[in-house]
């Protein structure tokens, strides 16, 4: 396990939320040497950890956990204030969610920011990790202060927004492109460099890879003010989205005009001005993040009096993706009602056990409000989808939602179903009729092995 941060003095952490950002963040944090405890208010959250058990599915994250657990790197707590007091640097991981007039939600925040202050009494730095609006770090510095009971002590405030894939956060940490620190003063600069000394110089055996882990580019360090740390945040994710529906409009011109927008994308992804990675057509974004980013700059646009239409058009056309998809059911099956329909994937995302927001979720929820009776797999979210939609009735893998099927609609782009044997898939099928919501199949092979097949703004659909 990791000794004393890979030759720089490790430092004692404070992890405010147990949530996907929180857990990454201490458990990563753990094993490059550094002092973790992680804090949840929900006492039952923290009883699970404690007991070895996740909260959440991303890849590596159990053994991280379970080692720096091992070597003593890390603890769980239900008590901020005194892991705030007894630590150096404590990390805000906590959700800002929207509320439905679209303003943030800072009510996790403006909770820990009250424990924290009452509890500390001596110079702190406040990290943000979450994704907040742009002065969210002023407004915490203030009510730090406000709130604090002893006028000598200090907080200093920086942001350092998260910026790894979920289903890859754990490698992404490790190895990122970049760390960006927003920082109003030299001494945070200075304790947050002394944090990712590791991760800065690559010094440090990759805990995901062991030895077989290929030499790697430091990242590149990005140093701004906080204000412009929040928005960078912001902007990122609401560029993916602006990208993944610009993907979009490009499939239905190529479905009405005769082009494929494999080839268009992909075309256009090797100018390295615009990249191929989120450049990609189907059925829209969902989960926690991206529509709510996305939303969250529009508004912030709007109140500052710049025009945000191009957020607003993305917006709206992901907003209908799952529509888009659903008529394409329709025309395939011609009547939805009793029609047997095997759905593959849940998750709003490949790597992930997330259904909010899961443009999946929505599809089942359209079909099945059409009377198709649906069997659902996933390789890893069928527990979350159950959890959160009493209604969702699911198989034990891809052949069994598959069997006697009317059609298979694939929702969510596991390597799982790129390397089913479809050949079986067709021969227990009663039409062998396949939606490929993701365009993760090939045309040619799914003609040729005697499918019906229809995809995403590729020829034939
Ligand atoms: N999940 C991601 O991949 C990701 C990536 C980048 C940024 N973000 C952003 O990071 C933030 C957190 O995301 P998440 O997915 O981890 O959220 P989450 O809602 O899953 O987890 C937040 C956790 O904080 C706990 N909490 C709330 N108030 C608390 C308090 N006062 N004291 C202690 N614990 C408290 C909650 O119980 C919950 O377990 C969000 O702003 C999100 O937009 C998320």
């Known amino acids: 396990m990791a000794p004393a941060a890979w030759g720089h003095a490790p430092l004692r952490v404070a992890i405010i939320g147990c949530g996907h950002v929180g857990l990454v963040t201490g458990a990563c944090l753990a094993a490059i040497g550094h002092r973790v405890i992680c804090v949840d208010r929900v006492a039952e959250k923290i009883r699970m950890l404690e007991k070895g058990r996740l909260p959440i599915y991303e890849p590596h994250l159990a053994e991280l956990i379970q ?10 707590s239900n008590t901020s204030g005194r892991a705030a007091r007894d630590t150096e640097v404590v990390f805000l991981c906590v959700g800002v969610p929207l509320l439905d007039s679209g303003e943030a939600d800072f009510s996790a925040l403006d909770s820990a920011v009250q424990e924290i202050a009452r509890a500390v009494k001596t110079t702190k730095l406040i990290v943000e990790r979450s994704t907040v609006p742009v002065e969210t770090g002023k407004q915490l510095k203030h009510l730090l202060s406000v709130y604090s ?27 990122p492109d970049r760390i960006l620190l927003g920082v109003g003063d030299d001494r945070s600069e200075r304790t947050l460099r002394r944090l990712y000394a590791p991760i800065l110089k690559q010094s440090f055996p990759c805990p995901v890879h062991a030895r077989n882990c290929p030499p790697r580019k430091p990242p590149k360090l990005l140093l701004t003010n906080v204000h412009s740390a929040e928005l960078i945040k ?20 190529c479905e009405r005009l005769g082009g494929n927008v494999d080839e268009v994308t992909q075309a256009m992804g090797i100018d390295p001005r615009i990249g191929s990675r989120f450049l990609e057509a189907g059925i829209g974004f969902g989960g926690p993040r991206l529509p ?35 008529e394409k059911a329709k025309r395939s099956l011609w009547v939805l009602k009793d029609k047997r329909i095997g759905l593959l994937g849940l998750a709003h995302k490949v790597g992930t056990d997330d259904v909010s927001g899961s443009p999946a979720v929505e599809l089942w929820k359209r079909l099945a409000a059409a009377g198709a009776l649906i069997h659902a797999y996933d390789p890893q979210a069928m527990a979350e989808a159950r959890r959160a939609h009493s209604g969702i009735a699911c198989g034990a893998d891809a052949y069994e939602v598959a069997k006697n099927a009317d059609a298979v609609v694939i929702a969510t782009d596991w390597e799982e179903f790129r390397n089913l044997d479809w050949q079986r898939v067709r021969d227990m099928m009663a039409r062998p009729l396949v939606l490929d919501c ?24």
């Open 67 to 76: 080692q720096s657990r091992a070597a003593g790197k890390l603890t769980f």
């Open 149 to 175: 009971r002893s006028h000598r002590t200090v907080f200093r405030v920086a942001a350092n927004p998260q910026f790894h894939r979920e289903g890859r956060a754990v490698e992404g940490f490790f190895h």
């Open 234 to 253: 912001h902007a990122s994710n609401a560029f993916l989205a602006v990208k993944i529906s610009y993907a979009n409009v490009l499939a239905d011109l």
């Open 292 to 326: 709510k980013d996305l939303r969250a700059l529009c508004r912030l646009a709007e109140r500052a009096g710049a025009d945000a239409g191009i957020l607003q058009a993305a917006e709206d056309i992901n907003l209908r993706r799952v529509d888009v998809l659903f």
């Open 438 to 461: 993701r365009n993760l199949l090939s045309p040619a092979r799914m003609k040729e092995l005697g499918f019906e097949y229809h995809s995403v703004g590729r020829p034939g659909d």
